[in-house]
């Protein structure tokens, strides 16, 4: 597979992965209704977040798989944590389990960590590319135990 298709492969993977969870979570998403925390962003920013998320962790991921540094750890690590991001968002919006949500996206923040450290390892600029994900998850992580202890 040239190196183009297989950037392309692994930035539409996320992106659709995370179209597929918008669709599933678009008519259950009540966030404009929630009492919110300071710093809690509008929600038009969220999908275009997400999508530039999503790209740069495709394009990391990309950049091991071009390069034959994708092992069996590596694409684990990549896929469970891909699988939990999207869980996140049907357990905090569409099943309303926002303590549950909680627990779930601090497991989503160690993936994401053990992600970072696996990829650093491997080529340096995989594990950089994904710390603004790293940045957001922890930032969604303290909107989620927020909305939750404001809207028991």
């Known amino acids: 597979m040239t190196k183009s298709k297989i950037y392309i492969k692994s930035i539409l993977v996320p992106v ?36 530039v998320l999503y790209v740069l962790m495709g394009n990391s991921y990309g950049i ?51 992600m970072i450290y696996y990829f650093y390892n491997k080529n340096k600029s995989a594990g950089l590319l994904q710390i603004p994900y790293l940045i957001w998850v922890l930032f969604a992580s303290y909107l989620n135990l927020a909305i939750y202890i404001l809207n028991k």
């Open 64 to 114: 091991l798989k071009s390069k034959g540094l994708d092992d069996s750890k590596i694409k684990f690590i990549y896929y469970l944590q891909l699988a939990v991001n999207a869980l996140w968002s049907i357990l905090f919006f569409t099943l309303k389990l926002q303590l549950f949500s909680f627990l779930w996206i601090l497991l989503l923040d160690s993936l994401v960590v053990v």
């Open 16 to 51: 659709i992965v995370g179209g597929i969870i918008g669709l599933i979570t678009s008519k259950s998403i009540d966030y404009n209704s929630l009492v919110k925390p300071f710093l809690s962003p509008p929600s038009i920013l969220f999908p275009i977040v997400w999508t």
